[in-house]
């Protein structure tokens, strides 16, 4: 995909920045946050070159037809209501008004459609892709938490439009072209093991189609009384990372829907931003050597009986081993998400990348080792901070520091 996201980098984007956040100030508050790129942003010329001053990216909505599956009723509708002429009319005067800007770098063509929009999706993403030769088309898919057909193929009240949500992420891959696959997921209000099985799913369906995993997380609060926490956002990140996402976006960044969000009504920082700029930090700490690998498949090590296993479609082991790195657990058996990856280059160089997965409502946070063996391989750690100490234990077995919720990626050579 030649377009103008850097996609050989980890990038990290924000839902909404309302006019009374587009101020000189603001966006540069919004780089100096870690922020690559703002979803749901409109065609504001004096906005988005500042966001190019900034090296900031638009997915700009507005420009081509707008669509939402929302509740479902309107499953399978999309063809009708939006007919090709509609995309080709939105090019057209997108080009004869001279509307490119570098900071667009893609457009928005909807969010959450139904499993029987998705054979229509596929002509309308192959279009937009080849009619906006700048841009990418940005579609956004349901979490599984969205409801499933009851009855058969032809019910339409109903949201993803399949008897289940492997079907959704299948037929999606079926029929519409494009690189990667992007959804939401708000963990703090919905549960733990959705997310993990969530997780699963799309991941693998990544890997198995040479596709990009893109993932919305939960940076506001669906409770006006709550406040997503340093730890709650590190843990959405560094399970996400453990299955390999390659783009991760905070919602919401200004008013879009919920509470609590980075900017307030009047484009006051929050408590958030200081959060999720810490934690934006740690990720592009880890980004660059995360980059040079990929992912091959996710272990949850020290589950075994745990509840947030209990509608996740994989076994817990009690200790992993890939061939080059051997017994690798907590050494308090805590829980660990681990992601088994390897180099792009195929130099031969593999990786964990591991998420202390004990404590994700932060109720009890506590430091711990993450051992293992690595027999006569040359070992390094990376975490959010830097590089990490590897204490060799003795007998072959090394140990990496650990706190609950933090991510570490763990090299060999």
Known sequence: MNK?????????????LKPYARTEAHIKDLADCGIDFVVCMDNDRPALDLFHKYGVGAIVSGIAPKWWGGFGDNAGKLAETNPMEKYE?????????????????????????????FPYYGQVMDYVGRAFPNQFP??????????????????????LGT?????????????????????DFYLYSINVTKHYENLRVVADACRNTGRSMWIVLQVNSNKPAEWMSENNLRFQAYTSMA????????ACYTAGWWHNQVLDGEGNKTQQYDKLR??????????????????VSTHFVGFDGHPHMAAVQQEAIPSLSTGVFFDVKADNNAPLVVGEMVNRNTDGSVALMVCAADDPHETDPKEYQITFRAPDRCVRALGGNGYK?????????????????????IMAR
Not at 164 to 172: F, N, R, V
Not at 243 to 250: D, P
């Open 389 to 409: 100490t590897v204490t060799d234990l003795g007998d072959g077995v090394y140990a990496v520091a650990v706190k609950s919720n933090e991510g570490v990626l």
């Open 243 to 250: 299955f390999g996402a390659e783009n991760i976006t905070w």
């Open 163 to 183: 008897a289940t949500y492997d079907e959704h992420i299948q037929k999606y891959c079926e029929n519409v072209p494009v690189d990667y696959i992007c959804y």
């Open 278 to 295: 810490k934690v934006n930090a740690e990720i592009r700490t880890l980004a660059d050597e995360y980059m040079k690998y990929r992912r």
């Open 4 to 16: 103008r996201m850097n996609r050989n980098r980890l990038n990290i984007g924000v839902y909404h």
């Open 89 to 117: 009319a939105a090019a057209k005067a997108f080009t004869a008004s001279h509307a490119d800007h570098p900071a667009i770098w893609g457009i928005d063509v909807g969010d959450e459609p139904s499993a029987l929009d």
């Open 138 to 159: 940005y579609l956004n898919l349901y979490p599984n938490y969205a409801s499933v057909s009851q009855n058969n193929a032809q019910e339409t009240v109903n949201q």
